[in-house]
Nanobody, 124 residues
Framework: QVQLVESGGGLVQAGGSLRLSCAAS????????MGWFRQAPGKEREFVAA????????YYADSVKGRFTTSRDNAKNTVYLQMNSLKPEDTAVYYC?????????????????WGQGTQVTVSS
């Protein structure tokens, strides 16, 4: 089992920045990819970004490319999502997720472990 705990959400004005953290514990040696997803009220969960645990390969949704950056600190078993130039449409609950395999980084159904989520609200 892998446990994931997100932190860093909050309320920010449009154009501002936030950094989310996701701390992993448990059987983390089996994790290959960490992903970030978000879900706004009344909408389906959507892919935001992902990073491979060992090599640091990154993947981004088109909607956040150039504004969001994901990174990891292997020593701390933590991944980060730096969000800049935030827009009201970025408002959502943000989740981190983990999977022990490669491929299909943008599909939520291939991730085995999920955090509880953290709310991000961007005011206009």
């Amino acid at each position: 089992q892998v446990q994931l705990v997100e932190s860093g959400g909050g309320l920010v004005q449009a154009g501002g920045s936030l950094r989310l953290s996701c701390a992993a514990s448990g059987r983390t040696f089996g994790v290959y990819t960490m992903g970030w997803f978000r879900q706004a009220p009344g909408k389906e969960r959507e892919f935001v970004a992902a990073i491979s645990w060992s090599f640091g390969y990154t993947y981004y949704a088109d909607s956040v490319k150039g504004r969001f950056t994901t990174s990891r600190d292997n020593a701390k078993n933590t991944v980060y999502l730096q969000m800049n130039s935030l827009k009201p449409e970025d408002t959502a609950v943000y989740y981190c997720a983990a999977k022990p395999r490669t491929g299909n980084e943008g599909l939520s159904r291939v991730y085995d472990y999920w955090g509880q989520g953290t709310q991000v609200t961007v005011s206009s």
